[in-house]
């Protein structure tokens, strides 16, 4: 019988520590949303417009998830999204000229 309250407890727990600031799946949005914020800078030369088109794909995942029967719109993850696209749309400012691709350090 013990066994049986000590197990809601324990998947509490588990659940808890399932998504903190610093789960696994976190590195991945960066990640994706760095390559992404990138790549539209890139196409774009404009900062705002590339963190806007960085940062879409992950609000459109964390809106279809809210969708899904177990899963819900995860802020934490939207987070680590936006973070992610704003070094990488400042790292390809810093590294892509409208011209060519550059780097060029200024003391």
Not at 47 to 52: E, I, P, S
Request: some cysteine; overall charge negative; charged content about 15%.
């Amino acid at each position: 019988m013990k066994y049986f309250f000590s197990l809601p407890v324990l998947l509490l727990c588990l659940n808890a520590h399932a998504d903190n600031w610093t789960g696994v799946d976190k590195s991945k949005h960066f990640a994706v949303s760095g390559i992404l914020g990138g790549a539209a800078y890139a196409y774009t030369h404009n900062r705002t417009q590339a963190f806007g088109l960085a940062l879409l794909p992950g609000i459109l995942k964390e809106v279809a998830d809210s969708q899904s029967d177990n899963k819900t719109f995860n802020e934490k993850d939207l987070v680590w999204d936006a973070l992610g696209a704003a070094v990488g749309v400042q790292a390809g400012h810093w590294i892509i000229d409208p011209e060519r691709i550059t780097y060029s350090a200024h003391f």
